[in-house]
C-alpha cells in the first residue's frame, strides 16, 4: 500500500495536469480567499491534531461548538436532539432527516457508528481517540482485543445510541470538536489512504467540498449548495499556502487574498497599525491561556512561599504591553474567559516585589536562589518571554538560568516529568474545564507536563469532577480546584489571555472570530459585498 507522503506526491502531479472537480476561481469572484503556513497536514482530520481548517468547513459532528454573541455554546448539529440517561452513560442521538454527504449518500446513524469504529481500528493509526476513548468497547478495540465497539448502536436509521463506561462529563464537548467529524462509510472505507489525500474521494456534510489540492500553492473547496442550514453566501474558498509573512501582507495589499490572520506574522502587526488599516483589524478573545509552570518536585520550588513570591514578582500587564502591544487582558485563574468556568470573581496575583522578597525571607531564601528555565531552541518568543522573566526574578535575588532544548528533547524530558520550569500557552481543544485543570494537574497528567503536582484533595476533586451530572455542583468544583492550584498551593503563573487579530479586506461581511485558540475556524458565515 502506498505510503501518504507517496499518495500526496502523486496527487499533486494529477492535479498539476488535469483541471479540478470545479473551478469556483473561474466561476465568479465570490470567492473568499484566506491564507496559511503550510499545507494540510491531511485531508483526514483523525489523522490530525491541528490541520482543522478542512474538517470544520467540509465535515460536521453531531454537536458543534460556535460563537454566539462572544460566547461558546454548544448546540446541535448533526442531531437535532439529544437524550441523556439519568446516570450520564447513556446518549441517545436523533440525526435530521435529509441530510446528505457531497457525492449524494444520505446521512444515516450507520455512518456514525463507521466513523467510530474508524477512529479507534488500529489500522486507521488515529491521533485523536481521545474523542471516543469513553465509549464502552472502544478501549478494546483500539487494544486489539475486539473488531467492533460495542457501546455505539444504530437504533434505527436516524437514531444512535452511544454508552460510555462512566458518566463523563465533557462527552459533548469533545464530540464537538473537529475530530468529532462523520464520515460516510460507504465513499471512505473503500479508497483507504486515498481518503486523506484525494479531494475526489474526500465526502462529508460540510457547507463547502474541497475540490482541488495544489501542493505548496492552493486548496480549493466550493459552496455546497445542498447544505442542511442552507447554502453558503460565498460560491468558495481558496486556502493560499504562503509561508512568508512578507509575503502574506502583500497578497493582502493586493487584494488577492480577504483575510491576514496575525497569528501567521505577529510582526506584521505594527506596520497594519501604521499604514492605514486600523480600522480593518477585527479581534476576538482566544480560549487560551499564557502561562508559567512550576516544576513543584524541584527545591526550592516544592515551597509554595516560594512559588508565590515569583508570581507576585512579575509585573504581567508590562509582559503584554510590550509583546503583544495590550492586545488582551491578565489572568488571575487557569480558566480563560470563554471557557465554561470561567469566573472574573477570583483574587488578583499582586504585582509586588518587596511583598516577594518578605517572602522569600520568611522561606529561608532572603540571599536568593538559583534555577533554571527550559524553553525550545526554536521558540524565538518564548525566549523573550523568558529572559523577561529572568529579568523579574533577578530583582529579588533568583539567578535564573535559561536552558534551551530542541523541540523532540524538549518534550521527552517534560513528559519524564523533569523540565525545571518552563513558559508556554494552551489553548481549548474542546469548551470545558476538563481540557485545563485535569490535562495538567491531574495524577494521569502532572507528571508529563513536568508539574509533579501532588494534592490528594484536589486529585480526588478532579476524578469527581469529569462525573458529576449536575452542572452547577461541577462548575463550583472546578472553581475550588482553579483557586487552590493558582492561589493557595501557586503551582501555576497564569500570565495573560491573548487576543486573536486579523485585518479583514472591507468586502468581508459577517466574520466571527472562533471562540477557541485555532487559526483553523468555520467560515460557512462570511459573505462577500460587491
Known amino acids: 500500500m502506498k505510503s501518504i507522503l507517496s499518495l ?26 484566506v491564507m496559511v503556513e503550510e499545507d494540510p497536514e491531511t485531508l483526514d482530520v483523525q489523522l490530525t491534531t491541528d490541520s482543522y481548517t ?28 439529544w437524550d ?43 491521533k485523536n481517540t481521545d474523542v471516543f476513548e469513553p465509549v464502552v468497547g472502544a478501549m478494546e478495540v ?43 462509510r460507504e465513499s471512505t472505507e473503500p479508497v483507504g489512504e486515498q481518503f486523506g489525500v484525494d479531494p475526489s474521494v474526500c465526502f462529508g456534510t460540510g457547507a463547502f467540498q474541497v475540490t482541488g489540492w495544489e501542493l505548496g500553492s492552493k486548496v480549493t473547496m466550493v ?74 518536585a524541584i527545591e526550592p520550588l516544592n515551597n509554595p512561599a516560594v512559588r508565590q513570591a515569583l508570581q507576585m514578582s512579575v509585573d504581567r500587564q508590562a509582559i503584554l504591553d510590550s509583546i503583544y502591544s495590550g492586545q488582551g487582558h491578565v489572568l488571575n485563574s487557569f480558566l480563560p474567559n470563554g471557557v465554561v468556568g470561567h469566573t472574573d470573581d477570583v483574587e488578583e496575583i499582586p504585582y509586588d516585589p518587596e511583598g ?15 534555577m533554571e528555565i527550559s524553553v525550545m531552541s526554536d521558540a524565538t518568543t518564548s525566549l523573550t518571554i523568558t529572559q523577561i522573566l529572568q529579568g523579574y526574578w533577578s530583582q529579588i535575588g533568583v539567578n535564573v538560568t535559561i536552558k534551551q532544548f530542541d523541540e523532540s528533547t524538549y518534550y521527552a524530558v517534560r513528559k ?16 470545558d474545564p476538563d481540557n485545563f485543570l485535569y490535562t495538567f494537574f491531574s495524577y494521569k497528567n502532572t507528571v508529563g507536563r513536568s508539574v509533579n503536582y501532588d494534592n490528594d484533595e484536589i486529585m480526588t476533586l478532579l476524578e469527581n469532577a469529569r462525573v458529576m451530572v449536575d452542572v452547577d455542583e461541577r462548575l463550583a468544583a472546578y472553581q475550588k480546584i482553579d483557586d487552590v492550584l493558582v492561589h493557595e498551593d501557586h503551582v501555576v503563573l497564569p500570565l495573560y489571555q491573548r487576543n486573536h487579530l486579523f485585518c479583514l479586506n472591507p468586502r468581508v461581511q459577517n466574520f466571527v472570530v472562533s471562540w477557541n485558540g485555532w487559526s483553523s475556524m468555520s467560515y460557512y458565515s462570511i459573505s462577500l459585498a460587491d
Open 84 to 126: 441523556v440517561s439519568e446516570d450520564g452513560k447513556v446518549y441517545t442521538f436523533h440525526l435530521r432527516e435529509g441530510i446528505t454527504f457531497h457525492n449524494g449518500d444520505p446521512l444515516t446513524a450507520d455512518d456514525v457508528v463507521y466513523t467510530v469504529n474508524r477512529m479507534m481500528t488500529p489500522a486507521t493509526n488515529a
Open 223 to 296: 459552496a455546497n449548495p445542498n447544505y442542511y442550514k442552507g447554502a453558503p453566501a460565498v460560491d468558495g474558498i481558496d486556502i493560499l499556502i504562503v509561508p512568508d509573512g512578507d509575503t502574506q501582507r502583500m497578497l493582502f495589499e493586493t487584494n488577492q487574498a480577504d483575510v491576514f490572520d496575525f497569528d501567521m506574522s505577529e510582526g506584521q502587526l505594527d506596520w497594519f497599525m501604521s499604514n492605514g488599516y486600523e480600522d480593518q483589524i477585527v479581534a476576538g478573545s482566544r480560549a487560551g491561556t499564557y502561562y508559567f509552570m512550576f516544576n513543584t
Open 416 to 431: 519524564d516529568g523533569e523540565l525545571p520550569s518552563y513558559y508556554n500557552s494552551w489553548s481549548a481543544d474542546f469548551n
Open 356 to 370: 516577594a522578597k518578605a517572602l522569600l525571607a520568611e522561606a529561608g531564601y532572603e540571599n536568593g536562589f538559583d
Open 142 to 184: 483500539l487494544n486489539g482485543e475486539a473488531e467492533t465497539v460495542s457501546g455505539v448502536v444504530a437504533l434505527d436509521d436516524l437514531t444512535v445510541e452511544i454508552t460510555l463506561k462512566d458518566a463523563y462529563a465533557p462527552f459533548l464537548a469533545n464530540l464537538a470538536t473537529p475530530g468529532g467529524s462523520i464520515f460516510n
Open 8 to 33: 500526496a506526491l502523486t496527487l499533486a502531479l494529477l492535479l498539476c495536469c488535469t483541471a479540478p472537480l470545479a473551478s469556483a476561481e473561474t466561476a465568479s469572484d465570490n470567492i473568499l480567499r
Open 54 to 81: 478542512i474538517p470544520l468547513n467540509c465535515f460536521d459532528r453531531l454537536v458543534e461548538c460556535e460563537t454566539v454573541d462572544g460566547e461558546a455554546q454548544l448546540v446541535p448539529g448533526l442531531a437535532e436532539s
